[in-house]
């Protein structure tokens, strides 16, 4: 039996025995995504993080709480996407992209996961103008943006 499959039996052990006050203290103690993943693993842990932890005054407090202290305290994930370009003048990203907006009507598309430019958009007619500042917005499958002197493009 592996490593996983034995805490899983540990667990679900905890659940037979109606031991709830353990197995909250076991869910409040795992990181966000670890707590987010464990509402997939079966009906009866998703039911019971939906109750025990989301709609508990206590349980609340606590994820509050340690989500404060790590806002304040721990050290931010930083990734530099575009270096040596020092004017993003818009920003706009979702789980898979980010989307950097510039003057001169440029925009540059880049990869969450790698970090990497995926490509360059050039989003108004005259690419001379300086301050041509560009905003941009994110669809399921398209890149809307908008200059300063009004050129409108879609991108998919």
């Known amino acids: 039996m592996e490593s996983s499959e034995i805490q899983c039996e540990i667990l679900n052990r905890l659940f037979d025995l109606d031991l709830d006050e353990i197995i909250q203290k076991i869910f409040l103690n795992l990181d966000p995504l670890s707590l987010k993943n464990c509402k997939c693993v079966c009906s009866d842990w998703f039911e019971f993080i939906q109750k025990r932890l989301w709609n508990s005054k206590l ?23 575009d270096e040596g370009i020092t004017e993003i003048l818009f920003l706009v990203g ?39 500042e ?3 917005d994110l669809g399921k499958n398209v890149i809307g943006s908008v200059t300063e002197a009004g050129d409108v493009s879609v991108w998919n």
């Not at 907006?101 to 989003?123: E, H, M, N, P, W």
């Open 94 to 132: 979702d789980d898979e992209i980010l989307v950097c907006g510039y003057g001169r009507g440029r925009a540059r598309v880049y990869d969450i996961s790698t970090g990497k430019l995926k490509f360059q958009l050039q989003c108004n007619s005259q690419p001379m103008r300086r301050y041509d």
């Open 59 to 81: 349980a609340k407090r606590q994820l509050h709480k340690r989500l404060i202290n790590q806002w304040k305290f721990s050290e931010p994930f930083v990734t530099q996407y």
């Open 134 to 136: 560009v905003q941009l």
